[in-house]
DNA sequence: CTGTTAGCGCTTTCAG
DNA sequence: CTGAAAGCGCTAACAG
């Protein structure tokens, strides 16, 4: 393979190529390659065709090493699968558009341990900046963001100590809003299904504030069922309502970890003909479509998925673009608020 | 900024930085962080040493300048948003697991001309494979992908001119099965829903195999009801199962372009107080987790959506690795089977 | 097992 | 507006 590209061969045209075709420059092709740049319109024409005739496309490899900016955003959500969080993701790639950043996205199945391991892949490609998923992460992990030298988000969450900035929401509050609407609207024996371990540390915070307010309602905060690996899904939330009407059959409400589970239980009860809400109330978190459209409509809390990632792309993107770093708030509350429909 | 980095500045630690503290090259160091190449445990030691005192991360990009080989692997699929997608670019990464393969994942939004924006996007980043959805792109991306010399695996559908290599099946085949099955059940007045342009190439197969299907049988094809712009959601579903059966009242039972759509209809007709599958049945398509969920259970066409990506990605990693283009089969049919339940 | 040299394809920088 | 030289951080290839 010579170094000249002849064309015939399989070997993808370089610049060097299109500038000879064009009778100018690499330098020039580059010019014409980058909005904002100042080309004759005859040369850029030149240079245009001899672009298609090629058939070619820039390698951004290259262009980053030497510009030193990559163009990526790296983020890391616990799942791809969970429209929660592939809302987050519509939400940066959304805000990014037009920004010339690219997104590499990578997701780590609820575990801190997978998580680690996508930061050190994500850091390899050089990213401009990285979202996450949360304020837990592994000793290592914590310490290769900080030293990273890029603005790190961390969403969907309020940790105690942050690494850099913020964007989310306290799940715990959340859940305690909701408990507390529904203890207004009469409802006293409260139970909450959720999963087994701390591995998704939104689920334990939303527990936890369950477990608060109904301590602070003077309500009993026993009737928890842990039930299935995290994320649970909408069977498991249909076999653990079960077992919470087994052992406590007069709870009046039952408040799941998401919606999903609250669906799967919704629909057990329905099998067993049991009336919601009369029989029993049920109650979600996360407002995914299906709670809108579900029968009955269920009551849940929305939290702004999409907003979440669209704020944190643009704190992102606002963090890289001021030079001086703490630019951006280090903290941004996304709302939350209950939606109350016809399962409660 | 000195080329010789003190550690006292934000600037990340290169390559070299390691070997100077570690007392040896940089070739050294490199090789030290590749598997199974040779270097003396002394060595390697002093090194991993190095490389956690100054929180070294490798630069892969400009690895992967000098090597030819990006690690990258590039997926769009139409959104990101839906779990049948989701579930194919979770078997994509599952596949490419322990590959030292990267995952560039982008999502069209059902446009072809954002396919195509995407397609040049991702092309820069030089991937060493492309798999796309669906057979469907602008003449420009073809063109791109053809001239991109990587193997190019085209998914969910069985283009009638593959660009190289194939996984997936015949959504109007598919279609038509599950026409042919309701029938033979015994169902004789069939309706359709679906959205209402040719922006969803695979949404339009499944309408024609449903035309197809219903000729075949000598039975009326005409109650087509195409509402949305495509992916139609939940709540399209549950206000196009309204608009049939005020059109034609005596439909027996409704096909639905997914399982989104199917599970509106669903819970619509339980609203309006009827008994599905008695007074109306209904069938989705995809198996979503909600289609064995739901009450009652959902008839509808399981498509192995992780599968594809699992064995996309497979083909594609088997055609890098085997020089010679064209080693794996050209051609792989992902099956589909019909789960009959409860809704018909 | 380790080092040296060269260069991947592009953009920065400086000249013209 | 355009070009030439240099080099981004790493790895291939070869030498020892």
Redo the contacts between chains.
Sequence with gaps: MTKINDGKT???PTMNDVARRAGVSAMTVSRALKEGSHVSSATRERITRAINEL?Y??????G??SSRR?GFVAAIIPS??N?NF??T??GI?DALEGTGL?L??G?TNYSVEREEELI??M????PEGIILTGGSHTPKGR??LE???IPVIETWDRPAQPIDKVVGFSNGEAMELLVETLARKGYRRFGYIGGVTARDTRGSQRRAGFVRALERLGLSSDRVISFGVPPI???QG?QAVVSMLERWPDTQVALCVSD?SA??AL??C??RGLKVPQDIAIAGFGDY??A????PRMTTVNVDCYGIGRQAALKLTQTIQAQSPGTPEPVTLTGFRVIEREST
């Design positions: 399989t070997e993808a058939g496309v820039l390698d951004q490899s290259a980053s090493l990559t791809i699968n429209s592939s809302d993701a519509r790639t690219q590499l996205l997701y050190e892949a850091l390899r490609r050089r310490r290769m030293q990273a030298g899904s909408m069977e249909a999903l669906f799967g629909m057990e329905q099998r479509e299906i809108a459209c579900c029968h």
